[in-house]
C-alpha cells in the first residue's frame, strides 16, 4: 500500500489528537492571543494567569501539534501561530458554538411555554 493511498485512513486519528491538543481552554485563549502576531512568554503569563511551569506545558502541547512556533529576541522567547488556517478553525467553532446555544435556547424556550400551557390546562381542570 503506498503512503498516499494510507493517508485517508490516518486522517481522523490525526484530526483527533489535533482536537485533543484544542481541547483546554487556556490553548485556545494562548492561540487566540496569538492572532495579532508574536507575543512575549511574559505576556502569555499575564494575560492567561498561569505559573510560568503550567503555562509551557500548555505551549508544548500546541508546539507538538505544530501550531505555534518559538523564537528568541531580545533575550526573550516570543511564540506565534505556525500557520494562519488555525484562526478559522476558532472563528467556525465560536459560530456553531453560538448557533448551537441559540438552538438549544430555542427549544428551551418552547418547552416552557409548552409546560406554562400545561399547567394552566391543569389548573383549570382542577377547578
Given at each position: 500500500?503506498?503512503?498516499?493511498?494510507?493517508?485517508?485512513?490516518?486522517?481522523?486519528?490525526?484530526?483527533?489528537?489535533?482536537?485533543?491538543?484544542?481541547?483546554?481552554?487556556?490553548?485556545?485563549?494562548?492561540?487566540?492571543?496569538?492572532?495579532?502576531?508574536?507575543?512575549?512568554?511574559?505576556?502569555?503569563?499575564?494575560?492567561?494567569?498561569?505559573?510560568?511551569?503550567?503555562?509551557?506545558?500548555?505551549?508544548?502541547?500546541?508546539?507538538?501539534?505544530?501550531?505555534?512556533?518559538?523564537?528568541?529576541?531580545?533575550?526573550?522567547?516570543?511564540?506565534?501561530?505556525?500557520?494562519?488556517?488555525?484562526?478559522?478553525?476558532?472563528?467556525?467553532?465560536?459560530?456553531?458554538?453560538?448557533?448551537?446555544?441559540?438552538?438549544?435556547?430555542?427549544?428551551l424556550?418552547?418547552?416552557?411555554?409548552?409546560?406554562?400551557?400545561?399547567?394552566?390546562?391543569t389548573?383549570?381542570?382542577?377547578?
Open positions: 500500500m503506498s503512503e498516499v493511498s494510507s493517508a485517508p485512513a490516518a486522517m481522523p486519528e490525526a484530526k483527533s489528537d489535533l482536537f485533543r491538543s484544542l481541547g483546554h481552554p487556556v490553548r485556545i485563549r494562548v492561540l487566540e492571543l496569538l492572532a495579532d502576531g508574536p507575543v512575549r512568554v511574559s505576556e502569555l503569563r499575564k494575560s492567561t494567569d498561569l505559573e510560568a511551569s503550567n503555562l509551557s506545558q500548555h505551549l508544548s502541547v500546541l508546539r507538538r501539534q505544530q501550531l505555534i512556533v518559538s523564537s528568541r529576541a531580545d533575550g526573550q522567547i516570543h511564540y506565534r501561530l505556525s500557520s494562519p488556517e488555525v484562526l478559522p478553525l476558532l472563528a467556525v467553532a465560536g459560530t456553531l458554538l453560538r448557533s448551537t446555544l441559540q438552538s438549544a435556547s430555542l427549544h424556550s418552547k418547552t416552557e411555554a409548552g409546560a406554562q400551557g400545561n399547567a394552566i390546562v389548573d383549570e381542570a382542577q377547578r
